[in-house]
């Protein structure tokens, strides 16, 4: 396993930005025995690619430092890349950074110039946990033609409405979250079914649309304060017939849980588990 820290400045984000990125490697012996060794970097060969975010207050060594993802990588022939994008819910600020842009343009095709990962859809996904599931998916939405799957642990994926975001805004105005730069001049009143944020408005434009979803994963603790909010989305999916594939189990909003669950996102992708051909 290979781990690589970049420090860069981001032309989306208008700052020196930190990610880091796992790319497995031969593992001793064991890797090379057999008769049919994996490729690990043979020429025309890539990684299928997972972008995997943060959550509140968190930064790009929180699944390091907090689970098992190396391992996993290492295990599934998957890269992973980890950013850092503050608390902004991964969106393009009214008033500040563009996250989003950042995460669906900036950063895949930075990675992919420079790395072995492939650049093709049916190969990169995303996932994350909290807000970062919610970014996920907003992410996946908001550029379907390059993620084919994004996959949310214990999502805030009501936001920008439901009784978590009014709780937060109620009792600690932006402390955490800086809504204003996300929203500007504009209430939550004004953009709760807007679907540039909105999950639920943002799928109905895509299906009206006649566009590709990408693939889409829930998995959340029972006791989890996200748990209602959780089912209320898969509850809206189900009537818009959007499949959406999903697991829980008891746990409450923690690492413990992300930690244990995300093999879950791992087994559900479409993995090879080894390099994929593509043309350099």
Not at 131 to 156: E, N
Not at 158 to 178: A, K, Q
Not at 229 to 248: A, D, F, W
Not at 271 to 278: K, Q, S
Request: with cysteine.
């Amino acid at each position: 396993m290979a781990f690589i820290h970049l420090n860069y400045y981001s032309a989306a984000l208008k700052y020196q930005t930190d990610l880091n990125l796992i790319l497995p490697t031969p593992d001793g012996d064991t890797d090379l025995m057999g008769e049919n060794p994996p490729d690990f970097f043979a020429r025309g060969r890539k990684y299928q690619v997972l972008y995997l975010l943060h959550g509140t207050s968190g930064d790009c060594y929180d699944w390091l430092h907090k689970t098992n993802a190396e391992r996993l990588a290492q295990q599934y022939r998957l890269a992973m890349v980890l950013p850092s994008c503050q608390n902004s819910f991964f969106c393009d600020m009214a008033w500040g950074p563009s996250y989003l842009k950042f995460l669906t343009q900036e950063l895949p095709e930075f990675i992919t110039k420079m790395f072995p990962v492939s650049v093709k859809r049916e190969n990169t996904f995303i996932a994350g946990l909290s807000m970062g599931g919610y970014g996920a998916w907003h992410a996946a939405l908001a550029a379907p033609d390059r993620f084919a799957a994004a996959a949310s642990l214990s999502g805030v994926l009501d936001f920008p409405r439901g009784d978590i975001i009014e709780t937060h805004v109620r009792e600690l105005r932006s402390e955490i979250w800086p809504f204003r730069a996300i929203l500007g001049e504009r209430e939550f009143s004004e953009i709760a079914d807007d679907p540039s944020l909105s999950l639920p408005a943002r799928i109905a434009e895509l299906i009206e649309a006649q566009k590709p979803l990408p693939k889409l994963f829930i998995t959340v603790g029972t006791e989890d304060f996200t748990y209602q909010s959780n089912q209320q989305i898969r509850e809206k999916l189900r009537k818009m017939n959007v499949p959406c594939g999903y697991t829980e189990g008891p746990g409450i909003h923690d690492w413990f849980y992300w930690g244990e669950h995300l093999r879950d996102v791992l087994e559900w992708l479409p993995l090879r588990g080894d390099t994929v051909p593509e043309a350099d």
